[in-house]
């Protein structure tokens, strides 16, 4: 096979990879970006939280996002039976970008992907990885196959980054995977035409609907500029079993269950067929080997219901190029503390929203008559995707979680 070199080879065009590739292009290295899709295609993890918009910016994607007519977005709103609250980004703890966009995926990758083409990565669709090499003191190699046509080639780059997501591709083919912690859960999910004439449904927030008798049950609705908007429902993968197979009846049957989203949807239009995805939650035995990085979805996956999928996926991207360059200038890295510990940290914190989510703690918190304006600052701050600031106490010490919800429960 022929050889070629680079200085990054990243795996993945989503959101991960193409931010890194914008850092990397800035600091004027040769990136190629090799995408197994074609784009545009479907994703999920469609409502942005304002921190991976200082990523976008950096990257120089900025004015790219602005432009494609997104979404305004400027918080999260949550329903539970008849209670009802709502926290606006721009009321939070955290200094910086306070509203971002709700956007639909295939759109929003490839205008991210046409941002890294633009700055001069080489990004190739259709090119699919079949085997990595790596070693103390050797340059990474893969083994690429063209998808569409043409002769396998092998890649050899200074460093390598993952970024292919739900693929996972380094992963498998270096055996990093660990179970992870999080029971199996399941999302059924789909488009809609939703005609929504609720004139106090906030189009500017995602809809979290939390399911009237199994509290760990819950739905998103997330509307886009054009009328639509996406639809799903996540659970363990058990509760599923009584409903039918088809994901669209199973959808709609979940829904009519629920009176609060199945009133607000009651004249959408379901005109694109459901689809659903199980045991998603991932995770690796390490999230760096010799020069490699995993990037977002490639090394961990929580789980959608605070929307931490792409702030995590650019976080890391940013964490990794500042690592890389850092290197590439003759410096000593220890990935460990420079890259994977750092990036844990906020998942750290994500995840204790998450557990604490799905105990019913955390929904006892946000629907809690008396609230503390200061701790709502700080909550607002967390969901607003600012894990990383250990100013806040419920970043620094995620534990904290655990007192509140003792505080807050019936």
Same mark, same amino acid.
């Given at each position: ?14 959101? !991960? $990879? ?16 090799? *995408? +197994? ?14 921190? #991976?918009?200082?990523? %976008? *910016? ?11 007519? =997104? ?8 329903? +539970?039976? &008849? ?5 606006? =980004? ?65 890649? *050899?780059?200074?460093? @390598?980054? &993952?970024?292919?997501?739900? $693929? ?11 179970? #992870?912690?999080?029971?199996?859960? !399941? ?8 005609? %929504?004439?609720?004139?106090?449904? &906030? ?98 996956? @929580? ?22 360059? +850092? ?24 995840? !204790? ?5 799905? +105990? $019913? ?5 946000? =629907?809690? *008559?008396?609230?503390?304006? &200061? %701790? ?14 250990? !100013? ?19």
């Amino acid at each position: 096979m022929t050889l070629q070199t680079t200085d990054v080879c990243i795996i993945g065009a989503g959101p !991960a $990879g193409a931010v890194a590739a914008g850092l990397l292009r800035r600091q004027g290295l040769a990136v190629t970006v090799l *995408e +197994r899709q074609a784009f545009p295609r479907f994703s999920i993890g469609e409502s942005l939280l304002p921190q #991976s918009m200082a990523f %976008i *910016e950096k990257a120089g994607f900025l004015q790219d996002v602005v432009e494609a007519g =997104f979404q305004y977005k400027n918080g999260a709103a949550f329903c +539970r039976g &008849d209670k009802r609250t709502a926290f606006d =980004f721009r009321d939070k703890f955290t200094d910086g970008w306070a509203t971002t966009y709700q956007v639909q995926r295939a759109h929003f990758d490839q205008v991210l992907a046409n941002g890294a083409a633009k700055a001069g990565a080489d990004v190739r669709y259709r090119h699919e990885v079949t085997a990595v090499r790596v070693a103390p003191s050797q340059r990474p190699q893969l083994d690429v196959q063209p998808l569409d046509g043409g002769a396998p080639y092998t890649v *050899e780059a200074g460093h @390598l980054l &993952d970024a292919s997501g739900f $693929g996972r591709t380094l992963p498998r083919l270096l055996d990093l995977e660990t179970p #992870s912690a999080f029971p199996v859960r !399941a999302a059924t999910f789909t488009h809609v035409q939703d005609r %929504i004439g609720d004139p106090t449904f &906030d189009r500017s927030k995602i809809l979290v609907t939390v399911h009237p008798e199994d509290v760990d049950v819950w739905f998103w609705t997330i509307p886009f500029s054009n009328g639509r908007c996406s639809l799903g429902v996540v659970a363990r993968a058990e509760y599923f079993e009584r409903f039918p197979e088809d994901p669209t009846e199973r959808l709609q049957a979940v829904v009519a269950e629920t009176p609060s989203l199945a009133t607000l949807l009651q004249d959408a239009v379901w005109d694109t067929p459901a689809n659903k995805l199980q045991g998603y939650a991932a995770n690796v035995k390490s999230l760096w080997g010799p020069g490699y990085a995993l990037l977002g979805n490639a090394g961990e996956f @929580l789980d959608p219901v605070f929307s931490s999928g792409v702030t995590i996926a650019v976080k890391s991207a940013d964490l990794a190029v500042t690592a890389l360059l +850092r290197e590439r200038a003759g410096e000593a890295v220890d990935w460990e503390a420079d890259y994977a510990k750092p990036l844990r940290a906020g998942v750290d914190a994500f995840r !204790a929203f998450v557990e604490s989510w799905y +105990r $019913g703690g955390f929904q006892d918190v946000i =629907f809690h *008559e008396h609230q503390n304006p &200061d %701790i709502r600052r700080m909550i607002s701050s967390i969901l607003a995707g600012y894990a990383w600031d250990l !100013a806040n106490p419920y970043v620094a010490h995620p534990e904290r979680m655990r007192t509140l919800e003792q505080l807050c429960a019936p």
